[in-house]
């Protein structure tokens, strides 16, 4: 079964105060989610691997360690995920990115897929699926999917905040899959919102409504 996370390190709490926030405006709401995305990416990577290496410092030589460099890829749900890629990548800079469009029928909820373009090495590579909702789960199940379905194999998935009925739905349709969230919110209103929520993400981050 898939291991859920919960970031509650304060900086990250703190930062999800002002993104939830009705009041808070488009350029914020963008800089806000990027500087969550960075701290959660640093909280998320904790697994990388290491290998021992000497280094020359000017007294003399010290033995050390660094990345091995395992490859890494992004894959931001289209649209809101693009807001977290940033600042995911401000920390692992070599990742590539690939791009999985979604979009929720809003009538009947189900994920409809419109754009997948992934990096051509996708066997290859360790990825992090990002998207700032996980409500009814599809848009994730779909996507992982879609990753799986093109050779991804080792995937994590990470969210600003999740429903529970999301969270189960994920973790059923894909064990293998680690979560990693900053809110665990209450639950999902009738028209598959996240309730306390943050509102809907793409729009806010990109200012359309
Ligand atoms: C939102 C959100 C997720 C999805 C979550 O996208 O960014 O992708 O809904 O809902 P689910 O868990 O019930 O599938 P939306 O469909 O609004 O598209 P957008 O990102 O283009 O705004
Ligand atoms: N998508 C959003 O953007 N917000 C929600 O609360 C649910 C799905």
Known sequence: MAKVYVFDHPLIQHKLTYIRDKSTGTKDFRELVDEVATLMAFEITRDMTLEDVTVETPVGPAQSK??????????????????????????????????????RDPETLQPVEYYVKLPSDVEERDFIVVDPMLATGGSAVEAINSLKKRGGKHIKFMCLVAAPEGVKVLQDAHPDV????????????????????????????????
Do not use: Q, S, W
């Open 178 to 209: 680690d979560i990693y969230i900053a809110a665990l919110d209450e639950k999902l209103n009738d028209h598959g919102y996240i309730v306390p929520g943050l509102g809907d993400a793409g729009d806010r981050l990109f200012g359309t409504k």
């Open 66 to 103: 660094i990345l091995t460099g395992k490859k890494m890829g992004i894959i931001p749900i289209l649209r809101a995920g693009i807001g977290m890629v940033d600042g995911i990548l401000k920390l692992i800079p070599a990742a590539k990115v690939g791009h999985i469009g979604l979009y």
